[in-house]
């Protein structure tokens, strides 16, 4: 999970069978916190590293996750020159056929231009999942306005991403 913060998707991933899971965060803070609250987890790993230049091997994974880091990343100095290097890194360490997942507020307009680069030969799909609501009735439909979904991006390296 690149920039996995103090988000609790780590755990919710190893409550749903996912034991291996490598984190990574630019914040020793937050990797110090981490590593104390899943103590009791061992294969759960948190490094300190920053998502544009990993400290990891060619293809090292079969999937990346990233969750809002891309979106962070274009907040800041140097965003469109960082998330190329991101995206860079990511290509990297996925092994042949891995999968890179972005989570994003971004709409496609805004982000597939960063993912549909030849030099990725990543086969993208988007999807959409309704942002979680505080109350059942306002419950938004997928697909609606950008500000009622997360979009999903799927990133498939060295093939196809159709759907089953």
Not at 17 to 27: A, E, Q
Not at 47 to 61: G, I, K, R, S, W
Not at 62 to 82: F, I, P, Q
Request: hydrophobic fraction near 35%.
């Amino acid at each position: 999970m690149s920039g996995c913060g103090n988000s609790r998707m780590t755990e919710d991933m190893f409550e749903d069978g996912f034991s291996s899971i490598t984190n990574i965060d630019i914040s020793r803070v937050v990797i110090d916190q981490m590593i104390e609250r899943y103590k009791d987890k061992p294969t759960l790993i948190w490094q300190e590293m920053n998502v544009c230049n990993l400290d990891f091997p060619d293809e090292t994974f079969d999937a990346v996750l990233d969750k809002g880091t891309m979106d962070s990343l274009l907040c800041g100095e140097g965003s469109t020159a960082n998330v190329q290097k991101m995206a860079e890194e990511v290509s990297r360490v996925l092994k042949p056929a891995g999968v890179y997942i972005v989570i994003s507020y971004g709409v496609p307009d805004n982000r597939l231009s960063y993912l549909e680069k030849d030099e990725f030969s990543w086969s993208v799909t988007v999807h959409t999942v309704p942002k979680p609501s505080v109350s059942a009735a306002a419950v938004p439909e997928a697909g609606g306005d950008a500000n009622s979904v997360h979009y999903i991006y799927v990133c498939s390296k060295g093939g196809d991403n159709e759907e089953a």
